[in-house]
């Protein structure tokens, strides 16, 4: 099963002093080898700071962007894994690997494959099996 591991932290690299951030780049260098060679890491992705963002919504057919996260808030995605895992038990082991984890949060979410979703999708072929 597929699980998105989103992380979440009060600094992004962009606002940490330059030392401490080659260190936790290296920390995930090291922990995304690891899950590679594991056979868990399907993808991954540092995330630029949220204002970089834009935010769209469409009400009665109009289309309106803001600029920045959806929300504010204290903690801001800093990036994500998606894993393939046994069970959720196994994707929260390997979350709680992730150099993140130490400073904020990973919030661990099961991919929907389910038959609507990957319909919906156009994913229910089998290049996607």
Do not use: W
Request: glycine share 8%.
């Amino acid at each position: 099963m597929k699980y998105l591991c989103l992380i979440c932290a009060e600094k992004v690299m962009e606002q940490m002093p330059p030392a401490d951030a080659d260190k936790h780049f290296e920390e995930y260098r090291e922990f995304t080898d690891s899950i590679r060679r594991s056979g868990h890491l399907i993808g991954c992705n540092r995330l630029l700071p949220p204002d970089a963002a834009s935010t769209v919504r469409v009400r009665n057919g109009r289309v309106s962007v803001t600029d920045g996260p959806f929300a504010e808030t204290k903690e801001q995605f800093g990036g994500y894994y998606l894993i393939e895992a046994r069970d959720l038990n196994e994707a929260i082991q390997v979350a709680s690997r992730i150099p993140g984890a130490k400073r904020g949060c990973v919030e661990v979410r099961p991919v929907a494959e389910d038959p609507p979703t990957l319909r919906a999708l156009g994913a229910d072929g089998p290049e996607f099996a």
